[in-house]
């Protein structure tokens, strides 16, 4: 366990409690992409298939029940509970233009042609693309509201941080993970145009706003 | 552990 993993696994906790703050306490999903919360629920039902059959570390599976469990709650919240503030008009982005493609390269590129192995590539390619539609809707709605903001930071620089893991256990360890790797960077990368945008104006104390 | 399977990172 790196430093930079660690780091990378709280501020993906932070973001995911970040999220379900927001929705509870506002009693709102309004600015809330409900695909992107579906889709990362796939990715950990997908990734985790072997919460029961591998264990790896205390650590590991508590964090796996965790996202798994939060990522449930907040879909719960978004598409029942506060349903009626779900803002499904901008939450446009078909979901199957990235579902489909992560399932055929799964099948494609894979550690085993085994349905756990299928299943985990599957997960990670998705995870990749997963934030797409919430990143739509912030342009699309031209503005986030500040702990939205606060969350995306968070979640896109989990990410961030695993890939300077990934430097660190190249250099020490000398394997890599290519799939993970892959994904990560294309992940990361998505994020780029809201990272300035966080950096340039909601550090200033201004609100996100996507300039028209 | 032979790397890829053992997928032991989140």
Known sequence: MTLFRLAGDLS???AILLLLYKIWTTKSA???SGKTQLMFCMV????YLDLFTSFISVYN???????????VATVYL????????????HDTFRMEFVIVPALILALIWNYAFTFFEIS???SIFLEAVAILPQLFMVTKTGEAENITSHYLFALGSYRALYILNWIDRYYFEGHW???AVTAGIVQT??????????????IKGRKLQVLP | SDGHNAHDEL
């Open chain 1, 12 to 14: 993906h906790v932070l």
């Open chain 1, 44 to 47: 950990y039902v997908t990734r």
């Open chain 1, 120 to 122: 985990w590539a599957f």
């Open chain 1, 78 to 89: 978004i598409y029942f509970k506060f349903k009626a503030t779900y803002d499904g008009n």
């Open chain 1, 30 to 32: 309004a600015g809330i």
């Open chain 1, 177 to 179: 993970d290519p799939i």
């Open chain 1, 189 to 202: 990368v998505l994020y780029g145009d809201f990272f300035y945008l966080y950096f340039t104006r909601v």
């Open chain 1, 61 to 71: 599976s508590t964090m796996k029940v965790l996202f798994i469990s939060a990522s």
